[in-house]
């Protein structure tokens, strides 16, 4: 599980690691457990271009359907097929094996939040 202390975050309930160009993504657990269980998860493909802000892909749950937003500009690296698989990793685990994709970035856009930012967002 990643430290969440240590992680950025979007007003849109994602998470992102940070490692140099690359930004490992999940939903955070207050989005995980407002969406319910999860059903469905689609993602961008591997090698697809995302633009910040746009919608990439669907997290579908017994409760709603969520969009899944691009974090940041960038490529798709790779993709999580045990979500894809098990869309029940994004309850059980949404900061470890529930992460969702991996994108190589340029730059960070403005407006990612710390921890204390996003706490305050969703109340906690």
Same mark, same amino acid.
């Given at each position: 599980? +990643? $430290? /969440? ?6 007003? #849109?309930?994602?998470?992102? *690691? ?5 930004? =490992? &993504? ?5 989005? +995980? $457990? /407002? ?6 998860? #689609?993602?961008?493909?591997? *090698? ?5 802000? =746009? &919608? ?69």
């Amino acid at each position: 599980m +990643a $430290d /969440k202390t240590a992680l950025k975050y979007t007003p #849109e309930h994602e998470w992102l *690691d940070i490692d140099g160009d690359v930004a =490992t &993504v999940g939903i955070t657990d207050y989005a +995980a $457990d /407002k969406l319910g269980d999860v059903v469905f998860v #689609e993602l961008p493909d591997v *090698d697809g271009t995302l633009a910040s802000g =746009t &919608v990439v892909g669907e997290i579908e749950s017994t409760k709603s359907v969520g969009e899944l937003f691009a974090p940041v500009d960038g490529t798709v690296t790779e993709q999580n097929t045990d979500v894809v698989d098990d869309p029940s990793l994004v309850n059980s685990d949404p900061f470890g094996a529930g992460w969702l994709i991996k994108v190589r970035f340029d730059a960070l856009p403005d407006g990612l939040l710390s921890w204390d930012e996003y706490s305050v967002l969703v109340g906690e």
